[in-house]
């Protein structure tokens, strides 16, 4: 039952075509600016309506929607209902709110005034592996003499268990991390701040309910069990990581900080651009067979912004389309053991590459393991990995028909080691 | 600033000698049977002091431990003030409690009628490797052409993230799961029930409080941070593990279920028990040098309890000194790379096994992969890998001159698969 918008639409608040957040998007976030801080509201434009206002004012029925103030205990369905709601209100032919300037003052805020906050309330956070350029990337790295693909890629969505604790709201800085490192040559491992530090450009969606631990989830649930989606970036210390990984995988080379963007895009916003992933060769194991399409036709963009620069250059370009596992596999894959999944679960996709070098998501890929630096064009600098100030960007986009349908974007700014 | 209980002292609750709960160790837990069930309690031999009855009697005082609802934002400095205050109104010789007979009913009850609740909200939880025995016999067991530890063993206490969502305390079943598993001969994986389901022998700490992300913590703050010590049972599903677990580590063959003891014992009871762990060779980078001892004297035995047999039959006997890093160090290494750590936490060792067969912390091991079937002698029933229906205990205890400090039992029974 998605409430799609049409693309025709239009709001009495003016949006140009290009914006990320026209009436058809709607996205959810948190971030009142004055009595309810930590409540739900939606973006438009560049304003917040704020959902406890309308609550306030009668016009969201509070029987049916107690927990604006716990946006992970909505269910997609509340969500719908409330987009709906949302979207009546702002529809350019309506004046019950466009008209009534006391209560629209309240209700509809300018972005800039908004604390925007982390949307959801993380308590696990799941990265998979689904990028299969950037998987075969890694592997043409770092086992050059093997298949760059491991036998179980193609079978199931490899994946590991992230630490959610250190996921932040875009806009936050991350800290250079410290750590071991060990340098080929050397005898020893040495401690200090990485020299490789790195992003890593991924989608990812959250979970709005749960199941009953030794329960297994179905793929045909996803749709009941999905909030929404956001972009990832998974920042990553390369040198670290190749030293701690094996046998038990990434840990504190991720561990130090993921950034998300803060909007949480439904999938009713994003039905108009649901696609057919890749041809899957060999078709996966039933459990993993949808029958929906689950990719979608996102645009995605990384741009570094450095300290001397005034405008950041984008250094990759992409496509969510390039994912070989498709959210709902993935949802079906965590959950076919009967491990219980909660509400404000994030599960992130895996690092989205193409096949050209300018659609890497990774520093990694992009001057392939520091090989091939990067020039930025405005000031000559040159980068094989992050510095201290740089500003990675990060954005995606569905490009309607004279609309799009976008996730703003996710930033975050390279602090020094402490 | 510990609070040692003397080995002579005595209590008007009756303990036998060899029982774990003695005035000496007073653990925490959560399950109070009647008004207040997730409320914190002590335990004492078969008896649970209701530390929330205490509270409205006035014998502990409000205003200074006023979060006996949420365990774990009390730090270690607040258990060990109320630990104080339950051991003054539990000692032999003070009537207070033990004559006031109307408040004693109320105030302790047998543990039969206590419904035993998981002792901490977990937000996370972190697996380490930090058993040498149990690592060295993997890497025999998987990669026999290559010395049995990865260069990385001894520099760093390898770990990764596990799933939270699915920690289940003492007694809980667990439920076989299903997943993809792929015979060497075959062409294809296939999907259903683990045949190879295990049990890990594992210790794990809390942690209390928490810090800032981005800034590091120190292996002396340790202390300050630990909230208390339970046993561990990371059920394992091998042959899932061996096929899914490159390049990223171990997830849904360890996601099912994680088990846990219900009573948190403290640092100030397991003092007595410290002891210098293994000599460290090489000696470990600087920020994982520890001024203490923070390896403990525990003995640690796991029985099975087949559906036919009368009695457990104990398959396991090691002990905790046999892990080469210590909590200490697991802190510290996770803390390094600035990670918020946060209350509730919970930190695994990884599997503690001995050196002899006898002493093994897995089935993978006791059985040499399956290799030598264990003989349960009343039954005449073999054992590779778990079956449905068998019960795994195991308990822990450190054996002080005429007492014990012990953790009780972690049991689960495993459950047919869905």
Same mark, same amino acid.
């Given at each position: 039952?998605?409430?799609?918008?049409?693309?025709?639409?239009?709001? =009495?608040?003016?949006?140009?075509?290009?914006?990320?957040?026209?009436?058809?998007?709607?996205?959810?976030?948190?971030?009142?600016?004055?009595?309810?801080?930590?409540?739900?509201?939606?973006?438009?434009?560049?304003?917040?309506?704020?959902? =406890? #206002?309308?609550?306030?004012?009668?016009?969201?029925? @509070?029987?049916?929607?107690?927990?604006?103030? &716990?946006?992970?205990?909505?269910?997609?369905?509340?969500?719908?209902?409330?987009?709906?709601?949302?979207?009546?209100?702002?529809?350019?032919?309506?004046?019950?709110?466009?008209?009534?300037?006391?209560?629209?003052?309240?209700?509809?805020?300018?972005?800039?005034?908004?604390? !925007?906050?982390?949307? %959801?309330?993380?308590?696990?956070?799941?990265?998979?592996?689904?990028?299969?350029?950037?998987?075969?990337?890694?592997?043409?790295?770092?086992?050059?003499?093997?298949?760059?693909?491991?036998?179980?890629?193609?079978?199931?969505?490899?994946?590991?268990?992230?630490?959610?604790?250190? %996921?932040?709201? &875009?806009?936050?800085?991350?800290?250079?991390?410290?750590?071991?490192?060990?340098?080929? &040559?050397?005898?020893?491992?040495?401690?200090?701040?990485?020299?490789?530090?790195?992003?890593?450009?991924?989608?990812?969606?959250?979970?709005?309910?749960?199941?009953?631990?030794?329960?297994?989830?179905?793929?045909?649930?996803?749709?009941?069990?999905?909030?929404?989606?956001?972009?990832?970036?998974?920042?990553?210390?390369?040198?670290?990581?190749?030293?701690?990984?094996?046998?038990?995988?990434?840990?504190?080379?991720?561990?130090?900080?993921? &950034?998300?963007?803060?909007?949480?895009? #439904?999938?009713?916003?994003? $039905?108009?651009?649901?696609?057919?992933?890749?041809?899957?060769?060999?078709?996966?194991?039933?459990?993993?067979?949808?029958?929906?399409?689950?990719?979608?036709?996102?645009?995605?963009?990384?741009?570094?912004?450095? $300290?001397?620069?005034?405008?950041?250059?984008?250094?990759?370009?992409?496509?969510?389309? @390039?994912?070989?596992?498709?959210?709902?596999?993935?949802?079906?894959?965590?959950? %076919?053991?009967?491990?219980?999944?909660?509400?404000?679960?994030?599960?992130?996709?895996?690092? !989205?590459?193409?096949?050209?070098?300018?659609?890497?998501?990774?520093?990694?890929?992009?001057?392939?393991?520091?090989?091939?630096?990067?020039?930025?064009?405005?000031?000559?600098?040159?980068?094989?990995?992050?510095?201290?100030?740089? #500003?990675?960007?990060?954005?995606? =986009?569905?490009?309607?028909?004279?609309?799009?349908?976008?996730?703003?974007?996710?930033?975050?700014?390279?602090?020094?080691? %402490?």
């Amino acid at each position: 039952m998605s409430f799609i918008i049409r693309a025709d639409a239009k709001s =009495w608040i003016d949006v140009p075509a290009d914006h990320h957040f026209p009436i058809q998007n709607l996205p959810f976030g948190v971030g009142c600016p004055t009595t309810h801080p930590e409540c739900v509201c939606i973006r438009i434009g560049d304003q917040v309506l704020h959902l =406890w #206002t309308l609550l306030d004012a009668g016009l969201i029925p @509070e029987e049916e929607f107690p927990m604006l103030c &716990s946006f992970q205990d909505m269910d997609r369905g509340h969500m719908s209902d409330i987009r709906k709601i949302a979207y009546d209100l702002l529809r350019a032919d309506n004046p019950l709110l466009r008209d009534n300037e006391a209560l629209r003052d309240q209700a509809v805020t300018s972005i800039d005034n908004a604390e !925007i906050q982390i949307p %959801v309330l993380i308590g696990a956070y799941v990265d998979f592996y689904s990028g299969i350029n950037h998987a075969s990337n890694v592997g043409k790295m770092f086992r050059p003499d093997m298949p760059p693909l491991l036998p179980n890629y193609k079978e199931l969505p490899v994946g590991y268990n992230g630490r959610a604790s250190s %996921v932040m709201v &875009s806009g936050e800085p991350v800290r250079r991390p410290k750590g071991q490192t060990k340098d080929a &040559s050397a005898e020893r491992p040495s401690f200090g701040p990485t020299k490789e530090l790195d992003f890593e450009l991924e989608m990812g969606f959250f979970t709005g309910r749960g199941n009953v631990l030794g329960e297994p989830v179905s793929i045909d649930d996803f749709t009941d069990y999905l909030l929404g989606f956001v972009l990832v970036n998974d920042w990553s210390a390369r040198d670290m990581q190749r030293w701690e990984y094996q046998p038990l995988g990434p840990f504190l080379a991720k561990s130090f900080g993921t &950034s998300i963007s803060p909007w949480v895009v #439904t999938l009713d916003a994003l $039905e108009p651009f649901r696609v057919a992933g890749p041809k899957q060769d060999p078709q996966p194991l039933e459990y993993l067979r949808a029958k929906e399409n689950w990719h979608f036709n996102i645009e995605l963009e990384v741009s570094i912004h450095t $300290e001397k620069m005034s405008k950041p250059q984008v250094v990759a370009h992409t496509n969510a389309q @390039e994912l070989y596992w498709s959210f709902a596999q993935q949802f079906a894959h965590q959950g %076919v053991n009967g491990t219980n999944i909660e509400p404000g679960d994030l599960y992130a996709s895996g690092t !989205i590459s193409g096949t050209e070098p300018g659609s890497f998501g990774s520093l990694l890929e992009l001057t392939w393991r520091g090989r091939d630096a990067l020039v930025m064009e405005e000031t000559g600098e040159k980068r094989t990995f992050l510095e201290d100030g740089d #500003t990675v960007i990060m954005t995606g =986009w569905c490009q309607g028909e004279g609309y799009r349908v976008g996730f703003g974007t996710v930033e975050g700014k390279v602090l020094a080691a %402490v």
